[in-house]
Structure formats: C-alpha cells, structure tokens
C-alpha cells in the first residue's frame, strides 16, 4: 500500500490550502484516515480523523477551521484547511488504516509527510 499526499505550501495568516492523500495498492477497505502533524522539535500529534462510517474527530485547536473528508471510491482523505495560523505551522502527515483481505488485521501505513507553512 503506498500513500501519495499533495497540497502543502506556503501561506499568510489567515489563508487556506487543501491537503489531499490517496492510497492505492492491493487494498480490501479502508477503516480510518486521518491526518497528523508534527512541528520542529515536537512529537507527531493527530490533528483530525475520519472512520470507515464517517465520523469525525477534531484535536481541539483546529475545530472550526479544518474539515477532514473522505471519498471511498477514490481511496483519498482530505483536509481542508482555512484561517490558516502560525501555529498550524508543521509537517503533515497522511495516516491509514487498511484491510488488505477480507480475514486480514487492519494495518497503519504513514504518508511522506507535506510541509505547510503559514507566515504571520
């Protein structure tokens, strides 16, 4: 399974961006995708999340201004991102879930990570 992500860049205050990631490969279904980041010099923290049956998970500084979202049929979860703010500043990571059978476990697989960038 390998997980393609894209959309990362650099930002004002206030801005938006759209992060995008696809897994593709030999996958039975997907139960949850997600996205986490990391700043310099911190540990990697969940940010959102979103399960097989589309519910939703918020880490508490992003609510109301990122909206994870799932298409199933393309494999693909995305996190839209608006009043983008210094803090938000970080790499981001793609997080998934996959069966790869229908008997199989699920396993984690990890995006190549996009850095965002917001400049105050």
């Known amino acids: 399974v390998q997980l393609q992500a894209s959309g990362g860049g650099l930002v004002h205050t206030g801005g938006s961006l759209r992060l995008s990631c696809a897994a593709s490969?030999?996958?039975?279904?997907?139960?949850?995708m997600g996205w986490y980041r990391q700043a310099p010099g911190k540990q990697r923290d969940l940010v959102a999340a979103?399960?097989?049956?589309?519910?939703?998970n918020y880490v508490e500084s992003v609510k109301g201004r990122f909206t994870i979202s799932r298409d199933s049929a393309k494999n693909t979860v995305y996190l839209q991102m608006n009043s983008l703010e210094p803090e938000d500043t970080a790499v981001y990571y793609c997080h998934v879930g996959v069966r790869r059978s229908l008997h199989s476990t699920t396993t984690d697989y990890w995006g190549q990570g996009t850095q965002v960038t917001v400049s105050s």
């Open positions: 979103v399960s097989r049956g589309g519910s939703t």
């Open positions: 490969g030999t996958i039975y279904g997907i139960e949850y």
